[in-house]
């Protein structure tokens, strides 16, 4: 079976070897007790050195919380700000967990679309309707799963001023910072003072499965203000007491070491992207190039032909062509027409997964 849905970037090599030793060192050379709930210090110096190198905003390493990947991160800062009866916009299509946290936290999904004919970019005027008196925070991820979209520095602008006017906090799923294939990764947090972070209102999210491909290790991190920082760090004690030590020096290794292997991984993304662009352009199945991340949505739609949903084209491509993508709709219901395709799937898989998904689609 040729597998165009989520695979272990793990698989190809890129956890590199220098981090798992690292992590049997730790074993073998150091106590593994109970640590910090927040994490280690040594670890969230070192975040706080990357965060203003790469994220282009300066913190303090109070002002950091390690997590069990971006996942625990995200749920933690949900938990510390939503309950139940508040409202939280989410973008339509989105990462399916959002929709599992906000239940854990008792708090509703209010979806805001994104337009595939505008490089899956939301339209922030239209989103001023959705909000209520029981709006409470708004979610955003860029670069983005499923879509790749790249939300451009003016846009963000508008986002972080649209979550002040309406008192909002905004929490910036950042997880996949540094798989930039155009442009550049903006954070809301740039267009902020120091005060005004330290201030709580914006919350970003960042983790080492997708830059260094550790996705089994579980380590994640989030970065906030002080205060709102302590009732997240209750959240962390209570729910994971604390992440390993063995797992925090193997993030440790990650930062300090080599950084040959993200730049080579994102440049082996592009080769794939464009390959993938390619092969719809030719086909003439192209709707947006994706410009971060490793995910390309599908349009399975054809004129003439019956109409399927993604799910019943992703299930009868199994069936027939042993091809197995993403179906659309389990990200939301603007992308149930598409299908998601994974750029860690090799050249090949991808060469021949793309003309098999489009000549199917032809049927």
Request: proline share 5%; hydrophobic share 40%; net charge negative.
């Amino acid at each position: 079976m040729m597998q165009m849905r989520m695979k272990s970037k793990a698989d190809e090599g890129w956890e590199t070897t220098y981090i798992r030793f690292t992590g049997q060192q730790s074993i073998e050379r150091e106590p593994l007790t109970y640590g910090p709930a927040a994490g280690w210090s040594w670890l969230r110096e070192l975040l706080a050195a990357k965060i203003e190198r790469v994220n282009g905003y300066a913190v303090e390493p109070e002002q950091i919380a390690i997590a069990a990947g971006g996942t625990g991160a995200i749920l933690a800062a949900l938990t510390a700000t939503v309950g139940p009866g508040d409202e939280v916009l989410i973008s339509d299509p989105h990462w399916p967990q959002y929709l599992m946290q906000l239940a854990c936290c008792g708090a509703t999904a209010v979806h805001y679309p994104l337009d595939p004919r505008n490089e899956w970019l939301p339209d922030v005027a239209k989103m001023e309707r959705l909000v209520t008196p029981r709006t409470r925070l708004l979610v955003i991820n860029s670069p983005g799963n499923p879509t790749g979209a790249v939300f451009p520095a003016h846009l963000m602008a508008e986002l972080l001023d649209f979550a002040r006017r309406h008192d909002l906090y905004l929490l910036s799923d950042e997880c996949y910072d540094e798989l930039i294939f155009e442009g550049e990764h903006v954070s809301p947090a740039t267009m902020l003072s120091c005060d005004e972070f330290n201030a709580g209102r914006v919350i970003c999210v960042y983790t080492f499965s997708k830059t260094y491909a550790m996705t089994g290790w579980r380590i994640g991190y989030v970065v906030t203000g002080r205060q709102l920082m302590k009732t997240i760090v209750d959240v962390l004690n209570a729910s994971s007491t604390n992440i390993s030590t063995l797992v925090q020096r193997a993030a440790e290794a990650a930062l300090t070491g080599p950084q040959a292997c993200v730049a080579e991984m994102r440049q082996t993304y592009q080769r794939r992207r464009d390959l993938a662009v390619k092969l719809l352009k030719e086909s003439g199945r192209y709707v947006y190039t994706p410009h971060g991340a490793f995910y390309v949505l599908v349009d399975v739609t054809s004129p003439g032909v019956t109409r399927r949903s993604g799910r019943q084209f992703a299930l009868d491509l199994l069936r027939e062509r042993n091809v197995a993508v993403a179906p659309g709709s389990g990200f939301g219901s603007v992308s149930q027409e598409f299908v998601r395709i994974t750029l860690a799937a090799s050249d090949e898989e991808i060469e021949r997964g793309v003309r098999e998904i489009c000549a199917f689609a032809d049927r």
